[in-house]
Structure formats: structure tokens, C-alpha cells
């Protein structure tokens, strides 16, 4: 198997650092796929997705990359100078 990013609308295979390919054969095998998610994340990719190349096109997997997003309620948290006065000592325990 082999784990290549593609470029969702292009169809374009990351080869190497600023550089894309057409041809699956010609794209960098990351090898697994946290590393590929890392990579992609890192780099700041839009509209890429992972290609779970195997031997047998059948079996291929795509799956998108997003980048991940606070939840919409959950509040900022606090910095530990900002906590009411009462809150602080907690840290010291």
C-alpha cells in the first residue's frame, strides 16, 4: 500500500515541497497516514485528500484532510493571570 497526498480539485500528487505531479506513479509514498495527515496539516494544504493507494485500484480509500476547528460553544480558556483571584492557588496544589 501506499499512502500519497492528492489535490482534491486538480487531481495532483504532492511529489515534493512546492512541487505536484498528474502522474500517481511520479507522487511521494509518505508511507503512513499520520504522517501524511501531518504533513498536509503543516503545510497549511487546502482541498487535499489522502490516497490509500493498494495494488488493487478497488481497494483504493480516500479520505479528506480538514484542518480540525474549536468546537462553536466552547469558550476561550482563561490564561492563568486572568482567573479570579480565588482560582489561583489551585495550581499550587
Same mark, same amino acid.
Given at each position: 500500500?501506499? @499512502?500519497?497526498?492528492?489535490? &482534491?480539485?486538480?487531481?495532483?500528487?504532492?511529489? $515534493? %515541497? #512546492?512541487?505536484?505531479?498528474?502522474?500517481? $506513479? $511520479? &507522487?511521494?509514498?509518505?508511507?503512513?497516514? /499520520? =504522517? &501524511?495527515?501531518?504533513? *498536509?496539516?503543516? &503545510? =497549511?494544504?487546502?482541498?487535499?485528500? @489522502?490516497?490509500?493507494?493498494?495494488?488493487?485500484? =478497488?481497494?483504493?480509500?480516500?479520505?479528506? @484532510?480538514?484542518?480540525? #476547528?474549536?468546537?462553536?460553544? *466552547?469558550? %476561550?480558556? /482563561? #490564561?492563568? #493571570?486572568?482567573?479570579?483571584?480565588?482560582? =489561583?492557588?489551585?495550581?499550587?496544589?
Amino acid at each position: 500500500m501506499k @499512502v500519497l497526498l492528492r489535490h &482534491a480539485k486538480t487531481g495532483w500528487y504532492y511529489q $515534493e %515541497p #512546492s512541487k505536484w505531479t498528474p502522474l500517481q $506513479e $511520479e &507522487a511521494f509514498d509518505l508511507e503512513g497516514l /499520520p =504522517r &501524511a495527515v501531518k504533513l *498536509a496539516l503543516d &503545510a =497549511r494544504f487546502d482541498n487535499v485528500e @489522502v490516497l490509500l493507494s493498494f495494488d488493487d485500484p =478497488r481497494f483504493n480509500l480516500v479520505l479528506p @484532510v480538514t484542518r480540525p #476547528s474549536p468546537p462553536p460553544d *466552547a469558550p %476561550p480558556s /482563561p #490564561s492563568p #493571570s486572568k482567573r479570579p483571584v480565588g482560582d =489561583r492557588h489551585k495550581d499550587q496544589l
